[in-house]
């Protein structure tokens, strides 16, 4: 059976920051995002908020929508260099590095978008990398999110989709993730690790004599 090491990403290989969001700044920067584009996603963010639909809230993806995928991922290398690369942890490499040596599989597991994942991945030399994919047609983005969003109880499905297809040893794996709503899929591997964690999740690795560390 194969031992994996998963990792987070926004919060913790990449302490207190989200990946998108810095995308989201770059893309307005570089004019890719217009003030229509912001218009339709903050109009879509907010009809899911006050529908109590916060979950889907964070799957709209609207500001993008109507663009060629492969110019996204273009911008997205672009914007990895130059604004995320010397901003990922070097205790947190050190420690993938750590594990790989140790013969785990390393997998990135993150809400952030694949064109940013995909950087991630090889800038981290991982084996797999599972982001929240982007559903195009005709290689133009909807603005929608094709397949299961890895955030929440995502994660958790992901995890045991996983476990079927590559007969992974959980109770012999690690996770890595710096929120409580991580809990869920941190829960179903013999070591969890809390990384930069927010209060609930500190509060809750304590008590359940989880490691906690900084990156």
């Known amino acids: ?3 994996v090491a998963y990792f987070d990403i926004d919060g913790t290989l990449l302490r207190s920051m989200s990946s998108e969001r810095i995308f989201f700044s770059y893309l307005v920067k570089k004019k890719i995002i217009m ?12 009809l899911k908020l006050i529908t109590f639909q916060g979950i889907y809230a964070r799957r709209n993806k609207s500001y993008i929508k109507g663009n060629r995928y492969e110019d996204i991922v273009s911008v997205a290398n672009d914007c990895f260099e130059e604004r995320i690369s010397h901003r990922i942890s070097k205790a947190g490499m050190d420690e993938m590095n750590r594990l790989r040596n140790e013969g785990y599989k390393i997998t990135l597991l993150t809400g952030t978008l694949d064109p ?8 981290c030399e991982a084996d797999e990398g599972i982001g929240t994919t982007l559903e195009t047609v005709d290689g133009i983005i909807t603005g929608r999110v094709d397949g299961i969003y890895p955030y929440h109880k995502g994660k958790a499905e992901i995890l045991e989709n996983l476990a079927k ?7 012999n794996s ?3 993730a710096n929120e409580v709503k991580d809990i869920d899929f941190m829960q179903m ?5 809390a990384v930069n ?3 609930a999740l500190k509060e809750f690795a304590l008590r359940n004599s989880w ?4 990156f």
């Open 35 to 46: 003030y229509r584009d912001l218009a339709r996603y903050a109009g879509m963010f907010l």
């Open 211 to 214: 490691k906690v560390v900084d």
């Open 174 to 176: 690690y996770a890595f």
């Open 189 to 193: 591997v013999g070591n969890p690790v």
């Open 116 to 123: 940013l994942m995909e950087c991630f991945k090889a800038y």
């Open 197 to 199: 964690p927010d209060n």
């Open 1 to 3: 059976m194969k031992k």
């Open 165 to 171: 297809r590559d007969d992974v040893d959980h109770a």
